[in-house]
């Protein structure tokens, strides 16, 4: 697919010397670009959904927690 973006001077020149060093295109540069942005914040996605699943979850009763505690202190490390 073709699509026309807007992109400061500064950044379409570094980009273009990189992608001559790298030996591909521009547009080949933009794609691993944004395939790599994308791959982060899907990762991120997944986080923030997991922290918001598990954050309320209640915690360890008191009683267990104790137990895990005095495990533990017993244990040699």
């Not at 500064?10 to 547009?27: H, N, P, T």
């Not at 922290?51 to 505690?69: F, H, K, R, T, V």
């Amino acid at each position: 697919m073709k699509t026309a973006i807007s992109v400061p001077d500064e950044i379409f020149e570094s980009a273009d010397q990189l992608a001559k060093r790298k030996g591909m295109s521009r547009s080949e540069l933009y794609v691993t670009a944004l395939k790599d942005f994308l791959s982060k914040h899907s990762e991120d996605e997944v986080t923030a959904k997991l922290d918001q699943i598990y954050g309320n979850e209640p915690g360890l009763e008191p009683a267990l927690q104790s137990l895990q505690s005095r495990s533990l202190r017993k244990t040699k490390w």
